[in-house]
T-cell receptor, first 112, second 117 residues
């Protein structure tokens, strides 16, 4: 299995809702990443998990809460989001000693 | 800080012809990787090609090849025999190991490639 899966593909939520994005990989990778991508812009790194521990948080607002329940799974919990948080959220994984990151198809989030 | 610059916001190429996308980067590191990723309208980021900085030989992957000039900090992508399916946004990316915490990817601004039939 050489892919990263993400669910849901699309999500529409209100500013008072709580929702979660899910990412899964079965490649044995020990590092997993969350990116945010606005239209016509490159992805921006949000969080990095290494060996299931949060290792990098790129000054992301607390309304985004990552979680890594096990080495294959990565969640992003969303609460009290703002309309400007509407974007494509990409998950990726990599082996530490190799540099390629493999991306999932993304979740397109719309905050009303 | 590492920066990646793609100076061509848009490029177009005739089907079956060759096109070169430019990328320059700035770093003080000696050990790093460079990548080209492709993002078609479906928005899935697809790895096209990778280059290790310590390798002098330019990477090739079927119709895709790079011209890696380490001293000039230049990393261009050549697409030969362009196909309609090559139409996408192409991102150049620089990668380095950050505090043993994971590979940090810094992306360029992207080049939108259009392929004309």
């Amino acid at each position: 299995d050489t892919e990263v899966t993400q669910t849901p593909k699309h999500l529409v939520m209100g500013m008072t809702n709580k929702k979660s994005l899910k990412c899964e990989q079965h490649m044995g990778h020990r590092a997993m990443y969350w990116y945010k991508q606005k239209a016509k812009k490159p992805p921006e790194l949000m969080f990095v998990y290494s060996y299931e521990k949060l290792s990098i948080n790129e000054s992301v607002p607390s309304r985004f809460s990552p979680e890594c329940p096990n080495s294959s799974l990565l969640n992003l919990h969303l609460h009290a989001l703002q309309p400007e948080d509407s974007a494509l959220y990409l998950c990726a994984s990599s082996q530490e000693v190799r540099a390629e990151q493999f991306f999932g198809p993304g979740t397109r989030l719309t905050v009303l | 800080a590492q920066t990646v610059t793609q100076s061509q916001p848009e490029m177009s190429v005739q089907e079956a012809e060759t096109v070169t996308l430019s990328c320059t980067y700035d770093t003080s590191e000696s050990d790093y990787y460079l990548f080209w990723y492709k993002q078609p309208p479906s928005r899935q980021m697809i790895l096209v090609i990778r280059q290790e900085a310590y390798k002098q030989q330019n990477a090739t992957e079927n119709r895709f090849s790079v011209n890696f000039q380490k001293a000039a900090k230049s990393f261009s992508l050549k697409i030969s025999d362009s196909q309609l399916g090559d139409a996408a946004m192409y991102f150049c990316a620089y990668s380095y190991l950050y505090n043993n915490a994971g590979n940090m990817l810094t992306f360029g601004g992207g080049t939108r490639l259009m392929v004309k039939p």
